[in-house]
């Protein structure tokens, strides 16, 4: 194969350009390290009003009631559903879910088993949220995000054949080594390398492509190392390994599949990268021990007015009905989503309000599906990770949890954005299911005879949101001005939305924390001069 | 509190239990790449687009997407917030004002101008404003390809 430079360059590029295109979508947006501080301090006396209503009982609302609270505060929280946690959320055997259209489904696993419908790692980055379960005693378990031995598949690709990721990864690898050390070697980039450093790029690119003597990349028992022998090394009669044979350059390149080689590379899905032992609402469930008590469940806010130094709740008792209940406090953290705020009677500042209701919530929806045995693990000796697919379930990531148990296991059947997670949110379950399950059969033939049951959750139809996470019309124009608390307010906000760190639970914690800093400093001698 | 209470359980245990046994028949056409089930006519489309809609017509893009959250009869939902009912409803009067929310999105709603045609959009405008007991097609004009088009501009 020959290529000039600026093909060879384009190539590169264009890989780099979709790769990062998609990461942007993939990341939900800026995926930044945390800037956790370490647990948050609040000294001095709550001398302007310690009465403090928190609503919303997910992380951000949480976070907030369990910190004030120790900082000495009256907190009161107000939580639509019949529990805490928010989007911090695990469906068990047992449960039931019941949608916006009064739809319910019946989790129907196995004891032990679970679906996180939300969130469900963690980065070794996102330092709050890590903090917060050391400090509250929730165990974490590596979360596999990259396993060589899963699949990437496209249906125009390889006849629909899925193909192992290490094939792709070492096989792009390669021939893309080889393809630079070509054109090192033919003068095509004398200009960008100095001579000197031209032996040590080509040195380079024998190591990282596993190229040999020839700048080959090749079959052979070097390459096989890393994609996989064709027979594997064994012992006695028959122990000696048989190479295998490289995908060629172009049927890879065409293939598309290269797209998803650096999917765990970003920051946030690098290793190490965890999950709580038992599923997700393992968070949710430490902080509602610690700040139970605190919480009045089934309340569904209706308005929030603040006027000078009090701000007043109503709310409707979901569970007995009746009349309004109201409520005034100094000071209110308000974590309810800008979809459900935008909704509800408040007198916040016009610029916030702008937001508040131009703010859209992205939709997005998660299968959980359960077999009778591990055939991953059994068959296709697949132990964790993630296969990835262009087919509308877009992904399978295998349980992280309890390999090599007997009976029943449950895949992460599919995690859907856009085009067609609008059209999975139309469908019932039952009917996205079957589709996600005929999706996933084109990858494992063994779904058919092995499925059991299966539980979907669309975030459009999720009746305390309204949609995943929210997305801002114009972030950089309107962010300092809405997560910031306004000499006049008794109310800041909170949450995920009011983050750089969107649908993340870090930017739900981080979000809080920088919420209740600034009204601290108000309700303490220490704001009494702003 | 949910207004409705509804529940699919009995449908969706029946769905799971038949999976098995439909996948056991053979492919009737012969082609079909589909394993678990025979879809029907109109189920091919779903997912049929790359990153858009394959569905065209009002009615079809409405069945799609729409319905989701406005419910297949238009009534909307409630939770913690509502979707609003479609019926009978006098805001969809002027076809600017369901183009402009298809287009930009509002509060829940996502945008959906980059998954729909200015034809799927005017379609659909006029499917929602003629349905549910609405009928301001006539008396107001009918949304056009054109007017979306110059929406999103």
């Not at chain 1, 993630?386 to 309890?402: A, H, R, V």
Request: aromatic letters at 10%; proline letters at 4%; hydrophobic letters at 35%.
């Amino acid at each position: 194969m020959t290529m000039t430079r600026r093909e060879l360059l384009g190539a590169v590029g264009m890989t780099a350009g979709s790769a990062a295109m998609y990461y942007a979508m993939a990341s939900l947006g800026h995926a930044q390290d945390s800037t956790y501080q370490g647990r948050i301090s609040l000294t001095g006396e709550p001398t302007n009003g310690r009465r403090v209503l928190v609503l919303g009982a997910g992380l951000a609302g949480m976070t907030a009631a369990l910190e004030l609270r120790d900082a000495g505060y009256d907190v009161q929280v107000l939580e639509y559903r019949e529990k805490a946690g928010g989007r911090c959320w695990t469906l068990r055997s047992g449960d039931t879910y019941t949608d916006i259209d009064g739809v319910t489904q019946n989790v129907d696993f196995e004891d032990g088993n679970y679906i996180n419908p939300g969130p469900w790692r963690i980065p070794y980055n996102h330092h709050g949220v890590l903090d917060y379960c050391k400090r509250l005693g929730v165990r974490l378990e590596p979360f596999i995000q990259k396993n060589h031995n899963a699949y990437l598949h496209r249906s125009d690709a390889f006849g629909g054949e899925p193909q192992r990721f290490r094939h792709v990864a070492t096989d792009y690898r390669g021939h893309v080594a080889e393809l630079l050390a070509k054109a090192t070697n033919q003068g095509m980039l004398d200009a960008e390398v100095t001579e000197a450093d031209r032996e040590t790029l080509i040195n380079s690119l024998r190591t990282f492509g596993h190229l040999n003597d020839d700048n080959a990349y090749v079959e052979s028992d070097r390459t096989s190392q890393y994609r996989g022998y064709a027979r594997e090394a064994g012992g006695g009669r028959d122990g000696a390994p048989v190479p295998s044979e490289p995908m060629d350059f172009e049927t890879l390149l065409q293939s598309d599949l290269w797209r998803w080689l650096s999917e765990a590379e970003t920051t946030s899905h690098q290793n190490a990268i965890f999950q709580p032992v038992g599923g997700m609402d393992m968070i949710a469930q430490a902080f509602a021990r610690e700040v139970d008590d605190l919480i009045t469940y089934n309340a569904r806010v209706i308005s929030m007015i603040q006027n000078g130094d009090t701000v007043t709740v109503q709310y409707e008792d979901r569970e007995n009905g009746g009349d309004p209940v109201e409520m005034t406090a100094d000071w209110c953290v308000c974590t309810i989503p800008f979809s459900i705020l935008g909704q509800m009677d408040h007198n916040l500042p016009s610029a916030k309000a702008q937001v508040v209701d131009t703010m859209y919530y992205e939709g997005a929806i998660k299968f959980g599906l359960e077999f009778n045995r591990r055939f991953w693990e059994e068959d296709d000796s697949i132990y964790g990770g993630i296969t990835y697919t262009d087919l509308p379930i877009s992904l399978i990531s295998y349980p992280s949890t309890d390999y090599f148990s007997d009976g029943k296991g449950v895949l992460l059947g599919g995690y859907v954005w856009g085009a067609n997670a609008y059209q999975f949110n139309a469908m019932q379950p039952d009917e996205a299911v079957r589709w996600a399950v005929e999706y996933g059969s084109r990858i494992h033939p063994q779904y058919p005879e092995e499925f059991s049951s299966g539980v979907c959750v669309s975030w459009h139809k999720v009746p305390w949101t309204l949609g995943c996470y929210g997305i801002w019309q114009d972030k950089e124009r309107d962010y300092a001005g809405v997560v910031e608390m306004g000499p006049d307010d008794r109310i800041v906000l909170a949450g995920e939305h009011l983050s750089y760190l969107p649908a993340w639970m870090e930017g739900a914690i981080l979000s809080s924390l920088d919420a209740i800093a600034q009204l601290h400093v108000r309700a303490t001698d220490s704001g009494a001069g702003e | 509190m949910i207004s409705k209470t509804t529940t699919l359980v009995a449908g969706v245990a029946i769905a799971m239990t038949g999976l098995a046994a439909i996948a056991q028949e053979p492919d009737q056409d012969g082609t079909s790449e589909f394993r678990t089930f025979d879809p029907v006519a109109g189920e091919l489309l779903n997912f049929a687009g790359s990153g858009d809609l394959a569905q065209t017509g009002g009615e079809a893009v409405y069945g799609a997407v729409c319905a989701g959250c406005h419910m297949p009869d238009g009534a909307g939902a409630q939770g913690a917030g509502v979707y609003p009912s479609l019926v009978e409803n006098d805001l969809l009067a002027a076809p600017s004002y369901p183009i402009y929310l298809i287009l930009e999105g509002q509060g829940a709603m996502p945008p959906l101008g980059g998954i729909m045609d200015d034809q799927q959009v005017a379609d659909v405008v006029n499917y929602i404003r003629s349905s549910f007991g609405n009928d301001f097609n006539g008396e107001w004009g009918e949304a056009t390809a054109e007017d979306v088009g110059e929406t999103r501009q």
